[in-house]
Every structure is written in C-alpha cells, then in structure tokens.
C-alpha cells in the first residue's frame, strides 16, 4: 500500500515532470497539502526526498523552487539514449512480427489524433511509449527504465519541444513512421540509422527551445 509520504512525492513528482509546475516555479508544502490533500509532515519529507533527487532546491531566506532543467545533463543523456536506442532498435531491425509492427502503427496512430485535438501530454505519452516498445520487444525494458533514472532533465526539456509552436508535432510522427517502414522491410541498417537520426532532433531543434523558454533553463553555454 503507498504511504502519505510516497503518495506526495509521486504527486509533486508528477507536477514538475509533466510541466504542471514550471521550473524555477517557487512552491511550499501547504500549497501541496492542499492540493493532494495530505498533512503537512509526510509531504514535507516528500519534498526532502525531491531535493535529494535534485527535483527541488531551497534558498536560504527565499524559498523552494522547482529546479531548472539542466541542459547539459539533458545532453548527455540524449548521447547515451541515441547510442543505445538506434543500436537496440538496429539489433531487432529485422525480426518484429507483424503484430509487434502493427503495436507500434497504434501508438503513432493515438499520437497523431493527440496532435490533431492539441492534446499535448497525451502526444507525449504516447512518444514515449513508442520508444519504450522497441526496448520491450528488444527484451530490454531493464534499460528502458535505467536510462529514465537520469533522464529527468531531458524529458522535460521533450516536453517543452511538443509545447514549442514553431515545432511542428508531426515531425516526431512522420519519423515515426519511417521507422516503422523500416521494421516492416525488415531493414535493419535503415532502422539503425533513422532511430539514431530521430534521437539528434534535439541538437538541431535545441535553440528554438531555449528561445522560446529562456527562464527554464540553466547550465546553458
């Protein structure tokens, strides 16, 4: 059973992560006993554990704020994401079945409809969940979910890219379904190659982030 203080800490971890709270958002525990309806002691201790986690920082005769995404660890963990990602896709490039491949037309399928109704947190669930697929058909969910452990600032940093307007969203779908093409070839090269070429959006893409959410970001160089 989750405990009050576990229940908090996925409720505020949750806000920050999915851009409910803003980084550099100022934020204080009566403001999320209120809103999640828990007393003041465990989601105080909540908010310690996302301070160790890096998640929130307090100043001295200030307050607590939401931490700004740092854009160098979003970096790095883009480099380790797209080495891994377009070798693990590469690996299974020509073995999916055709229902392992219609799995994953589905998923670009509840994307695009996110895009067309400008559902934006359902865009990004289901980008997500495209990529976590291939791990998991690939038998390497355990990676998946390795690489999420430090990749707090990077998919924040993705979900600001789907909230950037001058982004289009079918960008990411278009990609998608190339990838798919190539699964469905059975070309294993071509997946390796367009998986590894759709994980460096983020370098050509980065500055118009950054432009328009300039206050959201720190280590920047």
């Given at each position: 059973?989750e405990?009050?203080?576990d229940?908090?800490?996925?409720?505020?971890?949750?806000?920050?992560?999915?851009?409910?709270?803003?980084?550099?958002?100022?934020?204080?525990?009566?403001?999320?006993e209120?809103?999640?309806?828990?007393?003041?002691?465990?989601?105080r201790?909540?908010?310690?554990?996302?301070?160790?986690?890096?998640?929130?920082?307090?100043?001295?005769?200030s307050g607590?704020?939401?931490?700004?995404?740092?854009?160098?660890?979003?970096l790095?963990?883009?480099?380790?994401?797209?080495?891994l990602?377009?070798?693990?896709?590469?690996?299974?490039?020509?073995?999916?079945?055709?229902?392992?491949?219609?799995?994953?037309?589905?998923i670009?399928?509840?994307?695009t409809?996110?895009?067309?109704?400008?559902?934006?947190q359902?865009f990004f669930?289901?980008d997500?969940?495209?990529?976590?697929?291939i791990?998991?058909f690939?038998?390497?969910?355990n990676?998946w979910?390795?690489?999420?452990?430090?990749?707090?600032?990077?998919?924040?940093?993705?979900?600001?890219?789907?909230?950037?307007?001058?982004?289009?969203?079918?960008?990411?779908?278009d990609?998608?379904?190339?990838?798919?093409?190539?699964?469905?070839?059975?070309?294993?090269?071509?997946?390796?190659?367009?998986?590894?070429s759709?994980?460096n959006?983020?370098?050509?893409?980065?500055?118009?982030?950054?432009?328009?959410?300039?206050?959201?970001?720190?280590?920047?160089?």
């Amino acid at each position: 059973m989750e405990s009050l203080q576990d229940k908090a800490y996925n409720a505020i971890y949750s806000k920050i992560m999915n851009l409910d709270l803003y980084p550099g958002q100022q934020v204080s525990d009566k403001q999320f006993e209120e809103e999640i309806g828990v007393s003041r002691t465990p989601v105080r201790e909540a908010m310690l554990r996302l301070r160790r986690d890096d998640m929130l920082y307090s100043l001295p005769q200030s307050g607590t704020y939401v931490t700004r995404i740092d854009l160098k660890k979003s970096l790095d963990a883009r480099y380790a994401r797209q080495l891994l990602e377009s070798n693990i896709a590469g690996s299974i490039g020509d073995q999916l079945t055709d229902d392992q491949i219609q799995t994953l037309s589905d998923i670009t399928s509840k994307q695009t409809t996110a895009s067309s109704r400008d559902q934006i947190q359902r865009f990004f669930q289901m980008d997500n969940a495209f990529h976590e697929q291939i791990y998991r058909f690939a038998d390497k969910g355990n990676i998946w979910n390795w690489l999420l452990t430090f990749s707090t600032d990077l998919n924040r940093y993705r979900l600001l890219r789907v909230y950037d307007a001058n982004l289009p969203m079918d960008r990411l779908t278009d990609e998608h379904k190339a990838i798919i093409a190539a699964f469905a070839a059975h070309n294993a090269d071509k997946v390796r190659q367009l998986v590894y070429s759709h994980l460096n959006l983020m370098l050509s893409e980065q500055q118009s982030v950054l432009d328009k959410f300039p206050n959201y970001f720190t280590n920047i160089k």
